[in-house]
């Protein structure tokens, strides 16, 4: 069953009361309320492990933003719908046939929402008040409060409405006639529905295989005798284990003659990984074993593939100029190696762009495609031989090769040439034309 973390004003957990019973079928909703903004990140790290995924109020999630820039885990927000906000103004507009509604301010309206559009349908002369570009921070409450106070006493609006729970007393023993709006119970079960389907995708994406295939480095290991090679396998075996205790992540190690599986589930290789950025098993495993290791990482929808993934990595890492890690994914994306600038993400699979081109210009497939995905990680079309080494792993004159077969083929041609010293032979810089044209 989905679990779903809801992070909500203390003073809005009255509208949640019939929503977690209309979705217990599918979904176990753990209410989290906070009194002010500066609780919310400490309420989302003690339970991002315990729930699936997180909805959140929008002050919140605006604010968790600001400081962490990404989430952890899915991450939603209670949103009220243009169709209840309109719904909202035209029960005004009936109950109060003489409002004007250029003296009503709204305190969830911005850019952000493009207005809810109200700009669309309404004269620029009876746009209501809308809220000023505060920073969320903590002090957000009280610098909307303070505008709406204001425009209340400057005698400038007639109404309210609100979307901040946590002001409506204040609105209240100020005076100031207001309407506090939160999506509707049906509204917010409808959210959640989509949410909770999403969510059950993401989980069933995340419980694919994954497996690590972890081999011991060729260390002078003809030298060595069969004690020597058993005694490096305890000890890969011991650093194992203990890594999997200390990050508290569970995984399956079995041992073949010359290397160890790892076997896990894509959520928890995210994990090890730092959501496929750099692997922290290898970094363990190098600070804690006197010799070298190479692994790489495979996922697949069966222990088959998965397990045929994880050994090509592997093969990538030991064939690497560098230490790093490799993934090969169930859609044969191949990303690494980890935590190296050169890090690439690419494809292993043809279209007929890229047979084309590998037939125009002799080059294989393979190498295109990562050729288009140092283009792709550098965001230009510009490379020197240098930097197409740097990337791919290979050699200086290896890249040349592969850059002028792409300038006689009419692929590439050279802009200028750098000369960086006052000596020796300047660098040519070629530009690239691998862009698709569908």
Not at 121 to 150: C, G, R, W
Not at 388 to 406: C, D, E, K, P
Request: one cysteine or more; proline letters at 3%; charged letters at 20%.
């Amino acid at each position: 069953m989905i679990r779903l973390g809801a992070i909500i004003a203390q003073h809005s957990l009255k509208e949640l009361t019939t929503v977690p019973a209309r979705v217990s079928d599918t979904c176990e909703v753990v209410l989290l309320p906070y009194h002010r903004l500066h609780e919310t990140p400490d309420l989302y790290r003690q339970n991002e492990q315990l729930v699936d995924g997180f909805v959140l109020t929008e002050l919140a999630y605006f604010y968790l933003t600001d400081q962490w820039g990404s989430f952890t885990v899915p991450t939603y927000t209670f949103q009220i719908s243009e169709q209840e906000f309109y719904k909202k103004l035209f029960q005004l507009s009936m109950n109060h046939r003489d409002l004007d509604f250029s003296r009503v301010y709204i305190d969830f309206l911005s850019k952000y929402n493009n207005f809810f559009g109200i700009k669309e349908v309404i004269h620029a002369d009876s746009m209501p008040y809308t809220v000023s570009p505060f920073p969320v921070t903590d002090k957000i409450h009280e610098e909307v409060l303070n505008e709406h106070i204001q425009l209340w006493q400057e005698g400038k609006i007639d109404l309210s409405l609100t979307r901040m729970s946590n002001i409506v007393q204040d609105l209240t023993t100020q005076g100031i006639p207001h309407i506090y709006l939160f999506p509707s119970p049906d509204s917010i079960v409808q959210q959640f529905e989509h949410i909770i389907s999403e969510l059950a995708a993401i989980k069933l994406a995340e419980s694919r295989i994954a497996i690590g295939h972890v081999t011991m480095g060729s260390m002078e290991t003809a030298k060595e005798s069969l004690n020597e090679w058993e005694l490096r396998q305890m000890l890969l075996h011991k650093s194992l284990l203990e890594f999997s205790t200390e990050q508290k992540v569970p995984f399956i190690i079995q041992k073949s003659n010359n290397s160890f599986e790892i076997i896990s589930s894509f959520k928890d290789l995210k994990t090890l990984t730092d959501n496929l950025t750099q692997c922290l098993l290898l970094t363990y495993l190098e600070k804690t074993l006197p010799f070298p290791v190479h692994i790489g990482w495979g996922v697949g929808n069966s222990m088959y593939k998965a397990r045929i993934n994880a050994q090509s990595a592997n093969s990538m890492s030991f064939a690497s100029k560098t230490s790093g890690t490799f993934v090969v994914t169930d859609s044969d994306q191949i990303i690494g190696p980890l935590g190296e600038e050169s890090c690439l993400t690419y494809r292993n699979q043809v279209n007929e762009f890229v047979q084309r081109k590998s037939e125009e210009t002799d080059l294989s497939t393979l190498q295109l495609q990562k050729i288009m995905a140092v283009l792709a990680k550098t965001e230009r079309n510009e490379l020197t031989a240098e930097e197409l080494a740097y990337h791919l792993g290979i050699t200086v004159r290896s890249a040349n090769r592969m850059l002028n077969q792409l300038e006689e083929k009419g692929v590439a041609r050279i802009l200028y040439k750098k000369q960086e010293k006052l000596r020796g032979r300047p660098k040519k810089i070629y530009q690239i034309q691998l862009t698709s044209e569908e």
